[in-house]
């Protein structure tokens, strides 16, 4: 178990790490090209790409406290780390949508002195194409370590590709009409739409999970069929389960012949866990409750 969770922080912190660098590198360009090329969506765009390595640093950070094993004081491990994580990422990035779409508003009809430049056209461009392929590199990782927090990276990923697109139009389109410079302003206040999405999208799974919301009727009824499969077991009800970060802890009532010995009734609770916790539900940990089963007609009786 132990290894397992090394191996899953090493993988976290190795695509958290590359994501830095060339958001660094994003965000140095954009920053650039958009006061050099007079254009205040690409300014807008490069700061949210430096907001990108904030929350990079703070997966980087979070993912060596989330990923430790289980403790005395922590017995079902520190996974609700990542969800606190994942909570401050999509704040940090609703604060800058909200800052960008504010600023862009006020100054919606100041004049521009200067068309924006090629190059704040040619840098949105680069942004679209370099954080979608990151995107695609991200989630596939966080699905496989089963890590919400480097989802939510992954998705801020997408969002900064997402809100280059109007820029790339607008920039393109103010600098063949100068006359429609105002657009790189409607641009900035795109751009901050796209992020506060981002940042709902992102925040809003944490929040289930810190409120232990339960798994959904699909993944009980997979449960109950899963048990059902055991021999020995003649009915399951009375399923819970509490979400952690991507993964659930889950305890169940599992009835079988009252007249089996404790071993035998351990030993087919045992195969119910070993089935639930090796299936592809995503169950962490799993309690049975063993009880007597009994035919209605006696219990009437």
């Given at each position: 178990?132990?290894?397992?969770?090394?191996?899953?922080?090493?993988?976290?912190?190795?695509?958290?790490?590359?994501?830095?660098?060339?958001?660094?590198?994003?965000?140095?360009?954009?920053?650039?090209?958009?006061?050099?090329?007079?254009?205040?969506?690409?300014?807008?765009?490069?700061?949210?790409?430096?907001?990108?390595?904030?929350?990079?640093?703070?997966?980087?950070?979070?993912?060596?406290?989330?990923?430790?094993?289980?403790?005395?004081?922590?017995?079902?491990?520190?996974?609700?780390?990542?969800?606190?994580?994942?909570?401050?990422?999509?704040?940090?990035?609703?604060?800058?949508?909200?800052?960008?779409?504010?600023?862009?508003?006020?100054?919606?009809?100041?004049?521009?002195?200067?068309?924006?430049?090629?190059?704040?056209?040619?840098?949105?461009?680069?942004?679209?194409?370099?954080?979608?392929?990151?995107?695609?590199?991200?989630?596939?990782?966080?699905?496989?370590?089963?890590?919400?927090?480097?989802?939510?990276?992954?998705?801020?990923?997408?969002?900064d590709a997402f809100s280059s697109i109007p820029v790339a139009v607008a920039v393109a389109a103010s600098y063949f009409l100068p006359a429609w410079s105002f657009l790189d302003h409607?641009?900035?206040?795109?751009?901050?739409?796209?992020?506060?999405?981002?940042?709902?999208?992102?925040?809003?799974?944490?929040?289930?999970?810190?409120?232990?919301?339960?798994?959904?009727?699909?993944?009980?009824?997979?449960?109950?069929?899963?048990?059902?499969?055991?021999?020995?077991?003649?009915?399951?009800?009375?399923?819970?389960?509490?979400?952690?970060?991507?993964?659930?802890?889950?305890?169940?009532?599992?009835?079988?012949?009252?007249?089996?010995?404790?071993?035998?009734?351990?030993?087919?609770?045992?195969?119910?866990?070993?089935?639930?916790?090796?299936?592809?539900?995503?169950?962490?940990?799993?309690?049975?409750?063993?009880?007597?089963?009994?035919?209605?007609?006696?219990?009437?009786?």
């Amino acid at each position: 178990m132990a290894h397992k969770l090394d191996e899953s922080v090493r993988e976290v912190n190795r695509i958290t790490i590359i994501g830095m660098l060339i958001n660094l590198s994003l965000a140095t360009f954009k920053v650039f090209a958009g006061w050099y090329g007079h254009s205040q969506a690409v300014l807008a765009d490069g700061v949210h790409s430096l907001s990108d390595s904030a929350t990079d640093i703070v997966v980087l950070v979070g993912a060596r406290f989330w990923g430790k094993a289980p403790d005395v004081e922590h017995p079902y491990g520190h996974r609700k780390i990542e969800a606190i994580v994942t909570i401050i990422i999509g704040g940090a990035l609703g604060l800058v949508g909200l800052g960008l779409g504010y600023s862009s508003i006020i100054t919606l009809n100041k004049h521009h002195e200067n068309p924006p430049a090629l190059i704040a056209f040619v840098s949105a461009i680069i942004s679209i194409v370099v954080k979608e392929w990151l995107y695609h590199w991200t989630i596939k990782v966080g699905k496989k370590v089963k890590s919400s927090a480097v989802i939510a990276n992954a998705w801020h990923h997408r969002s900064d590709a997402f809100s280059s697109i109007p820029v790339a139009v607008a920039v393109a389109a103010s600098y063949f009409l100068p006359a429609w410079s105002f657009l790189d302003h409607v641009a900035t206040v795109a751009v901050s739409l796209f992020i506060l999405q981002a940042a709902w999208m992102i925040v809003s799974q944490p929040i289930h999970d810190l409120s232990e919301r339960g798994t959904d009727e699909t993944v009980v009824k997979r449960i109950e069929e899963l048990s059902d499969s055991v021999p020995g077991v003649q009915g399951v009800h009375k399923i819970r389960s509490r979400s952690i970060s991507s993964v659930y802890f889950v305890d169940f009532h599992v009835q079988v012949n009252p007249h089996l010995d404790v071993e035998e009734g351990h030993n087919i609770a045992t195969s119910v866990k070993n089935v639930v916790l090796n299936s592809d539900i995503g169950m962490i940990d799993v309690l049975i409750h063993i009880e007597p089963y009994f035919e209605k007609n006696n219990e009437l009786g």
